[in-house]
Nanobody, 121 residues
Framework: QVQLVESGGGLVQAGGSLRLSCAAS????????MGWFRQAPGKEREFVAF????????DYAYFVKGRFTVSRDNAKNTVALQMNSLQVEDTAVYYC??????????????WGQGTQVTVSS
């Protein structure tokens, strides 16, 4: 069993930065790939990024590539999403998830409660 708790969301102006964190419980954190997804009002949940259990492999959605960076610290059971050059279109609830390294949300077994990111123009 893995429990995930996100933090770091908030209100930021376009062009600004935020750093999301996700803290995981459990002793098997490093065996899970960690994904970030987001869901805007009226839209489906979409893939943002994932990082493999070792941290060696990462993948990003095209719309965040070059702006967002995913990282993890297995010693601290945490994963982070550094978001730079934020755009109004990045406004959404952001979720971290633990599971298999995939862009598909149904490959992830455990989910956090989400954290709101709002980007103003």
């Amino acid at each position: 069993q893995v429990q995930l708790v996100e933090s770091g969301g908030g209100l930021v102006q376009a062009g600004g930065s935020l750093r999301l964190s996700c803290a995981a419980s459990g002793r098997t954190f490093s065996s899970y790939a960690m994904g970030w997804f987001r869901q805007a009002p009226g839209k489906e949940r979409e893939f943002v990024a994932f990082i493999s259990g070792t941290g060696r492999n990462v993948d990003y959605a095209y719309f965040v590539k070059g702006r967002f960076t995913v990282s993890r610290d297995n010693a601290k059971n945490t994963v982070a999403l550094q978001m730079n050059s934020l755009q109004v279109e990045d406004t959404a609830v952001y979720y971290c998830a633990a599971g298999r390294a995939s862009r598909q949300y149904d490959e992830y077994e455990y989910w956090g409660q989400g954290t709101q990111v709002t980007v103003s123009s």
